[in-house]
């Protein structure tokens, strides 16, 4: 059973490129959660998907956009990228309904210069 | 809006011994779940144990169990016989009923020593 399968692994971008990161949820999960980790610093919730549509969003600027296909596989992306995008982004499935057992991918690596 | 805060960056122990890494949050809300995710040099979050704010029974998972103070609102993870394996970064998450989101701690880095 496949879990949450992220690509690509690492990245580097150029300051005011734009950047596609994707995610591939566990088999049987309908939602996926998208998340920013800092060096050193615990996971910032960016947004949630359920039903191809944004369910939740936290407190980050409209640069940061995601997608929802309808196998339920998702896309973040982001645009005019900064120094200070440059983090681990992690992607999180769940299913809705059940006992909250979110999974996690191993994430992307993004280094913007 | 929800916080949680762990307070001890870094932290060491022995193998064999016992280690408790601290967590407190501050939420209005009554219904909610708690968790510690484990977040080795391989990047994956992995899911130690869970606790849902309504029981009262502190949760054990094998070498794992917490010290849910609803009142206090503290949640600390005991890890008993501690391995090499354990080192890691440790993070304390929360989230309400409606499980939309995970609001995490700054984590605290676990080094078992042999």
């Known amino acids: 059973d496949a879990g949450v399968t992220q690509s690509p692994t690492h990245l580097i971008k150029t300051r005011g490129q734009q950047v596609t990161l994707r995610c591939s949820p566990k088999s049987g999960h309908d939602t996926v959660s998208w998340y920013q980790q800092a060096l050193g610093q615990g996971p910032q919730f960016i947004f949630q998907?359920?039903?191809?549509?944004?369910?939740q969003r936290g407190n980050f600027p409209d640069r940061f956009s995601g997608h929802q296909f309808p196998n339920y596989s998702s896309e973040l992306n982001v645009n005019a990228l900064l120094l200070g995008d440059s983090a681990l982004y992690l992607c999180?499935?769940?299913?809705?309904?059940?006992?909250?057992?979110?999974?996690f991918g191993s994430g992307t690596r993004l280094t913007v210069v | 809006a929800q916080t949680v805060t762990q307070s001890q960056p870094e932290m060491s122990v022995q193998e064999a011994e016992t280690v408790t890494l601290s967590c407190t949050y501050d939420t209005s809300e009554n219904n909610y779940y708690l968790f510690w995710y484990k977040q080795p040099p391989s990047r994956q979050m992995i899911l130690v144990i869970r606790?849902?704010?309504?029981?009262?029974q502190n949760a054990t998972e094998n070498r794992f169990s917490v010290n849910f103070q609803k009142a206090a609102k503290s949640f600390s993870l005991k890890i008993s016989d501690s391995q090499l394996g354990d080192t890691a970064m440790y993070f304390c998450a929360f989230t309400n009923n409606a499980g939309n989101m995970l609001t995490f701690g700054g984590g605290t880095r676990l080094m078992v020593k042999p």
């Open positions: 998907y359920y039903e191809e549509e944004e369910r």
């Open positions: 606790q849902e704010a309504y029981k009262q």
């Open positions: 999180a499935s769940s299913q809705t309904g059940a006992d909250y057992g979110y999974t």
